[in-house]
């Protein structure tokens, strides 16, 4: 037998040459602004998930000290045995009224939830289609489970619904439609309506991935999914515009029930800490009164996109706080973000295999807690780069 640990060397090999190797760069969070710092230099952070900039707002560290003090750095088991303290039921019942639901179930992290509740809504008899763009955990979730699994191109209808059409021939028990309301590396968003409409003509049930909409977009800031009738499943995050950290699914009582008691990826794993519990609480509650904020931070968006646009970038089809500057190419993608970290800003490269090939990027995520001048900064970096 050759060298047992070979296929690192070998794997890790073809990464580097393909200018794919990814590795973990630690930093420094500074002060409550976007500002870190990563060996003695300091950045403003493009990449960073925290929509609204809650993870650092005072209310939210307040009621997670609270919860912290009162009930201790754990849930001390897993939600049926008694990790399941008030404070959970309590964000349950909470969630589940903001999201216009009977119900709500919390989850310890999204993937660790998408990952598993597709295997566990379906079985060898059942059909899951899902948008060919969805997130990494949906995928590993479908191919977890025993479902036959297709998916249907990126946002269209037309081949969803041939996919439906021909699921009519065979005689599956069920079909799950699967898609996000917006999408995590283009930043665009699905035509949920009329997704909604097919799962309704053609008798399948609809989970929704809402994860990068909650907290920015819909109404009150609760997302693009709530609004919309006949989403069996709709699935959020706290670690995204709620700056905590966790998930949730809002459905049915009968749906909450049955997740309960067959869902793998709640059942067998420790409750969410006090800590998390009190900062998502927090959260949900100030959402909803940041309407100002949101306003703001829409205009500023589409004035970034448009000033991206008009430096000759390819954004894509991008019409949220998420803004792909597309390069296609690895290596000069990598030029880009080196360029940019050089005049103090992270914006994070995105490549291939997380991207198609051909479409490696710079992936931008503004906050409404960027400054003007942080905007400025970005532009004027990226200007320069462009003329370089
Ligand atoms: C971030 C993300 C997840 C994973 O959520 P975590 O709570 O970070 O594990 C799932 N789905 C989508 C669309 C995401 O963007």
Redesign the pocket.
């Known amino acids: 037998m050759s060298d047992k640990y070979e296929f690192l060397e070998k794997a890790l090999d073809k990464r580097e040459k393909n200018h794919q190797f990814r590795s973990l760069r630690p930093i420094t969070p500074r002060g409550h602004k976007n500002e870190v710092t990563s060996k003695g230099k300091t950045y403003v952070n493009f990449s960073s998930n925290d929509y609204l900039g809650l993870a650092t707002h005072p209310q939210v560290i307040q009621q997670s000290q609270n919860y912290l003090q009162k009930y201790g750095a754990g849930a001390k088991a897993s939600r049926l045995v008694t990790g399941t303290l008030a404070i959970h039921a309590q964000l349950e019942q909470q969630m589940a009224a903001a999201f216009n639901k009977e119900a709500a179930l919390i989850f310890n992290?999204?993937?660790?939830a998408?990952s598993s509740i597709l295997g566990t809504i379906t079985d060898r008899h059942s059909l899951i289609l899902a948008d060919k763009l969805s997130?990494s955990?949906?995928l590993q979730g479908a191919l977890a489970g025993r479902a036959d699994f297709q998916r249907f191109d990126h946002n269209d209808l037309h081949h969803l619904e041939e996919l439906l059409q021909k699921a009519r021939q065979k005689n599956f028990n069920r079909i799950w439609i699967v898609t996000?309301t917006v999408f995590?590396m283009d930043g665009d968003r699905s035509p949920l309506n009329e997704i909604a409409e097919l799962a309704k003509a053609y008798n399948a049930l609809l989970f929704v991935?809402d994860?990068?909409a909650v907290g920015v977009w819909g109404q009150n800031g609760l997302g693009l999914a709530k609004e919309i009738d006949g989403v069996d499943i709709l699935l959020g995050?706290c670690?995204?515009a709620f700056g905590s950290f966790?998930?949730y699914v809002a459905c049915s009582k009968k749906m909450k029930e049955y997740l309960i008691n067959f869902c793998p990826g709640f059942i067998y794993t420790t409750a969410l800490p006090p800590a998390v519990i009190g900062a998502t609480a927090a959260a949900l509650e100030l959402i909803p009164t940041l309407k100002q904020e949101r306003n703001v931070f829409h205009r500023r968006i589409k004035e970034f996109r448009q000033s991206l646009q008009q430096l000759g970038f390819n954004t894509g089809p991008s019409s949220t706080q998420i803004i792909p500057v597309i390069i296609g190419d690895e290596k000069r993608t990598l030029e880009l973000a080196g360029y940019l970290k050089k005049q103090g800003i992270l914006a994070t490269p995105i490549r291939p295999p997380t991207v198609p090939r051909e479409s490696s990027r710079i992936r931008i995520t503004l906050s409404a807690s960027h400054s003007d001048e942080d905007i400025e900064k970005l532009l004027t970096s990226l200007k320069n780069f462009n003329h370089e």
């Open positions: 992290s999204g993937f660790q998408n997130h955990s949906l996000e995590s991935d994860a990068h995050t670690g995204k966790g998930a």
